[in-house]
């Protein structure tokens, strides 16, 4: 019965991962060809280089749903709301192993020997989402910004109540 569950939480997981790949792989074919790069003097071989900075100051944008802050309330919001169930996942873990019971991630399994292990993959999780969330919203993803703690409350939250489930 174990293994059925198992095999449960790792195909959402996996759901969960190639859909964050799926929408990511728009933003990876904005590519510029090397050919319209090309200026037609250099060709002609009468090349002149071109300045590449320009001088003119740029203004800074209105904040805007798309252009906002990272630490704005929602993403606020969202942090405490992973950490919070990120931590309520380490206490139904912990005390789950404590009962006798097995770790099922395989990746969390490598930790699950000591409870300071334990902390420090769940403490580890929850920085990597809020690292995710920066890198997306410094490449200009915003909805992926958000998405990424979305996933991740969803998935420990599923993971919370799998373990209370089969207490």
């Not at 904005?30 to 002149?48: H, W």
């Not at 005390?95 to 969390?108: A, S, W, Y």
């Not at 699950?112 to 902390?119: H, K």
């Given at each position: ?8 939480i790792l195909k959402a997981r996996a759901a969960m991962l190639l859909l964050v790949l ?37 203004a800074t944008p209105p904040e805007s749903p798309e252009n906002h802050r990272f630490w ?67 490449t200009g993803h915003h909805k992926m910004e958000r998405a990424v703690s979305m996933l ?16």
């Amino acid at each position: 019965m174990r293994m059925n569950g198992l095999r449960t939480i790792l195909k959402a997981r996996a759901a969960m991962l190639l859909l964050v790949l799926g929408v990511c792989r728009p933003g990876l074919a904005q590519e510029v060809s090397a050919a319209l790069l090309r200026p037609v003097a250099m060709e002609t071989g009468a090349f002149e280089p071109a300045p590449l900075v320009s001088l003119t100051p740029t203004a800074t944008p209105p904040e805007s749903p798309e252009n906002h802050r990272f630490w704005d309330r929602e993403n606020s919001f969202l942090f405490a709301a992973n950490a919070a169930v990120s931590a309520a996942d380490f206490v139904v873990t912990r005390n789950n192993l404590r009962g006798g019971g097995q770790e099922l991630n395989p990746v969390t399994r490598v930790f699950s020997g000591t409870s300071a292990g334990l902390a420090m993959n769940f403490a580890g999780e929850t920085a990597g989402v809020v690292g995710l969330s920066y890198f997306f919203h410094k490449t200009g993803h915003h909805k992926m910004e958000r998405a990424v703690s979305m996933l991740n409350i969803g998935g420990s939250a599923a993971a919370v109540t799998f373990d209370l489930a089969r207490r």
